[in-house]
């Protein structure tokens, strides 16, 4: 079964840190670029960054504060998320990249409030 699961999310005061994981089965994750994406409430899909050899950041305003990396052993992808302000706040997703063409899962929530 193709799947995603996402973790790791949670409340967290401005300038805290957070580590989301993925969880990738079903498919050659190896071979998969990867990426996170963002749903801040009310609003669309957003990619924050992709990597498949290397990292790319889409989103300018996690630059410096976010970084991505992958573990082709264990399938799995990670977001280091640090000095986190209200404006990251959202649902997180991953998926593959660069079309999105896993189903999503069930996404981890953050929420960055003081």
């Known amino acids: 079964e193709v799947q995603l699961v996402e973790s790791g999310g949670g409340l967290v005061q401005p300038g805290g840190s957070l580590r989301l994981s993925c969880t990738a089965s079903?498919?050659?994750?190896?071979?998969?670029?990867m990426s996170w994406v963002r749903q801040a409430p009310g609003k669309g899909l957003e990619l924050i960054a992709y990597?498949?050899?290397?990292?790319?950041y889409v989103d300018s305003f996690v630059k410096g504060r976010f970084v991505i990396s992958r573990d082709n052993a264990k399938n799995m992808v990670y977001l280091e998320m640090s000095d986190l302000k209200p404006e990251d706040t959202g649902v997180y997703y991953c998926?593959?990249?660069?079309?999105?063409?896993?189903?999503w899962g069930q996404g981890t929530q953050v929420t960055v409030s003081s």
């Open positions: 990597v498949g050899n290397i990292p790319i």
């Open positions: 079903g498919f050659t994750f190896s071979s998969s670029a």
């Open positions: 998926n593959t990249a660069p079309e999105w063409g896993i189903q």
